[in-house]
């Protein structure tokens, strides 16, 4: 069955996204290098260009964003500079900021120094500790008070284990959109690999499922990622799995399919940030058609694309409308 994808692309726009998680300023230091430090073995960079971007769930929320969405994000911050530069540039790009909460902790913020287009080195300020309890009850009030004023299409939960999304924050928002029939989307990490239990599509990479449910296999097929699915389906018991296999593409299972979709071959610049793109286009798809095979076949197109840019960066909506046209004429 053909898709009519500019119908779609123009369905999605129409869609409201909050995106709940860690989000962080990357900060990126671009320089030469042409001699190493007289102070130490170390070479030297010399800063031509400063530049910071939304990193984190606030790189989803983007990539949400640059598809049409209307975009909330919300989360815990710190009441320091690298918060307001962050909320500025949000709010820059269009993401409402208004469900954003400064809390007592500092905004993490990793900086990248880059010399010859290669990162030679990252810094990292953070707290990764568990949100206090009265900034995690001040972050459900804000989640209740935009679920109930806003009614979203889909709420997409990015953890990168940091501390916003404790525990007890994910189940509360899980039960949440239960009770409102919102889809919920998840891109997990390792802490709280098993807390996101009912989620309706849950998005780890092959590598987590992997130390999660401690496979040491090195094979990926399809019998194997399916045996996956029904380990992460006994502890979760949630709609969909959708798994990244890094450069072998991603596999699907739903209810009544499953699939590995290979990845197209591409010029990798930086696979940084693919993830967060793959979680925004796969779940803001599968909101507008509840069809997760095309959801994964334009994610995994998206995901490739964002791979030839160096750092984090947002999905093109024209190229991906351009690229699909191309590389799904048959679906």
């Known amino acids: 069955m053909a898709v009519d994808l500019d119908k779609l692309f123009s369905d999605i726009s129409k869609l409201k996204v909050a ?19 007289p102070e130490g073995p170390v070479p030297v960079v010399a800063v ?3 530049e910071q971007r939304i990193g984190g769930a606030g790189n989803v929320a983007l990539n949400a964003r640059a598809l049409g969405a209307g975009v909330v994000l919300i989360s815990v911050i710190g009441k320091d500079d690298e918060g307001k530069q962050l909320t500025e540039i949000l709010n820059a790009n269009h993401i409402n900021t208004s469900f954003i909460a400064s809390g007592e902790r500092v905004t993490t913020n990793k900086i990248r120094i880059i010399g010859r287009n290669q990162q030679m080195m990252r810094l990292d300020a953070e707290h990764t500790d568990d ?13 209740e008070k935009y679920i109930n004023e806003n009614k979203p299409d889909v709420i997409i939960l990015e953890d990168y284990n ?53 496979i040491l296999s090195d094979e990926v097929n399809e019998k194997m990622l399916s045996e ?7 502890n979760l018991d949630h709609g969909i799995s959708l798994i990244t296999l890094s ?17 197209h071959l591409r010029n990798v610049a930086d696979v940084s940030g693919a993830g967060d793109t793959v979680i925004a286009v796969a779940s803001l ?22 791979c030839e840019v160096v750092g984090t960066a947002a999905i093109d909506k024209q190229k991906l409308l351009e690229e699909c046209k191309m590389l799904l004429a048959n679906h």
């Open 228 to 234: 996956i699915h029904s380990q992460l389906k006994e």
């Open 131 to 143: 949100l206090a309890k009265n900034d995690e009850e001040k972050l459900i009030i804000l989640i």
């Open 247 to 263: 450069d072998k593409g991603m596999f699907y299972e739903s209810e009544n399919d499953s699939k590995i979709i290979p990845s």
């Open 162 to 214: 940091k501390g916003v999304l404790t525990e007890g924050v994910i189940k509360k928002i899980i039960s949440l959109c239960k009770a409102h029939n919102i889809i919920s989307a998840a891109d997990p990490k390792r802490k709280n690999f098993f807390a996101f239990k009912n989620i309706t599509l849950f998005k780890p990479n092959l590598k987590e499922v992997k130390e999660s449910l401690h």
């Open 285 to 306: 798809v599968y909101v507008a058609t509840k069809d997760i095979h095309l959801s994964a076949e334009i994610a995994n197109i998206a995901g490739g694309l964002v």
């Open 48 to 50: 031509t260009k400063r």
């Open 19 to 37: 995106v709940i998680g860690d989000v962080m300023l990357d900060t990126y230091w671009w320089g030469t290098v042409d001699r190493i430090s």
